[in-house]
């Protein structure tokens, strides 16, 4: 390659790049904002409860090749609460990520959630089918809950209850404080997320079945879950996996053994290998 094609080549790459980071900017929104870095065929990054976008700085480097849409949900990982300081979380960032694809003019992007971001890549699939073109959901279930034993509407008395003495006085706030930071330390969550907006998704999440709703997917769905080397009974979890995905025809389940809920930390490069694979096929 000559230096002329090179140079070529590189002022249309920034050009294409500043395009793309332009493109997020015009977007305005009080639940979330989106950074756009790289080129290819898009893919939307929807991290986790309390996470943000740097999740997926290690998927970026890893799977290069692809224009990929980050996702910072407002309260989370330090970024002021903004619009989601009240109300419902997971379902208005759904939303607010389904009107992202319209104003940006994605064509069929590829969407891959994390946790409560895998709900709400579900949630857009589900609600939006024509906007989406795959979805990954890595370590959830379409009823958060069942995950803990509870099914239907179990976890409802008792989630309004924990959300209600959590919210309603000032002890409850500094105890969900600590949680955050206590499970800050492991990786999990981020400490300088907002603790009621925290709250919020949280109460959310554990009131939600998307179930009904997973007939309603068209796009292909993979859904990456962990089994910890320490599980007992491996095989369980992929039983609460296959009945759980059951309404969703056609969707692929991968268990990555030996992993946490961070699979994308303690696998890596397992966890590298499936999303190359998801975005390939």
């Given amino acids: 390659m000559d230096r002329r094609t ?4 590189a002022a249309a790459a920034t050009a294409l790049g500043v395009a793309g980071e332009a493109m997020a900017l ?17 893919v939307i990054l929807i991290p986790g409860l309390t996470n943000g976008r740097t999740l997926w700085d290690g998927t970026v480097r890893a799977v290069p090749g ?11 990982a330090g970024d002021p609460a903004r619009g989601n300081a009240g109300g419902r979380v997971v379902s208005s960032v759904a939303e607010e990520i389904a009107r992202y694809v319209v104003e940006a ?17 579900m949630m857009v ?17 379409p009823a958060p ?47 300088r997320s907002d603790s009621g907006v925290v709250a919020h998704a949280t109460h959310e999440l554990a009131t939600t079945d998307l ?18 080397a320490s599980a007992q009974d ?7 996996y296959r009945s759980s995905y059951a309404p969703a025809k056609g969707a692929t389940l991968r268990r990555v053994s030996g992993a946490t809920h961070m699979i994308m930390y303690s696998q890596p490069q397992r966890f590298y290998a499936e999303v190359r694979e998801f975005l390939r096929d």
């Fill in 211 to 228: 179930t009904p709703e997973l007939p309603r997917i068209r796009a292909p769905l993979t859904v990456v879950y962990a089994v910890p």
């Fill in 26 to 42: 015009t977007f305005t929104s009080t639940r979330l904002s989106v950074q756009v870095r790289g080129e290819g065929q898009d």
């Fill in 66 to 76: 692809y224009r990929y849409h980050l996702v910072q949900v407002a309260g989370f």
């Fill in 145 to 191: 809950a069942s995950g803990f034993g509870f099914a239907g509407a179990q976890i409802r008395p008792l989630a309004d209850a924990l959300f209600g003495s959590l919210m309603s006085t000032p002890g409850g706030r500094r105890t969900l404080d600590n949680l955050i930071g206590r499970f800050g330390g492991s990786g999990i969550a981020n400490s």
């Fill in 6 to 9: 090179f140079l070529e080549g």
């Fill in 125 to 141: 699939a589900a609600r939006y089918p024509a906007r989406v073109g795959k979805v990954m959901a890595i370590d959830i279930l």
């Fill in 105 to 121: 003019k994605l064509k069929s992007p590829a969407l891959i959630g994390h946790s409560m971001g895998g709900i709400v890549a």
């Fill in 234 to 240: 491996a095989l369980a979890v992929d039983r609460l």
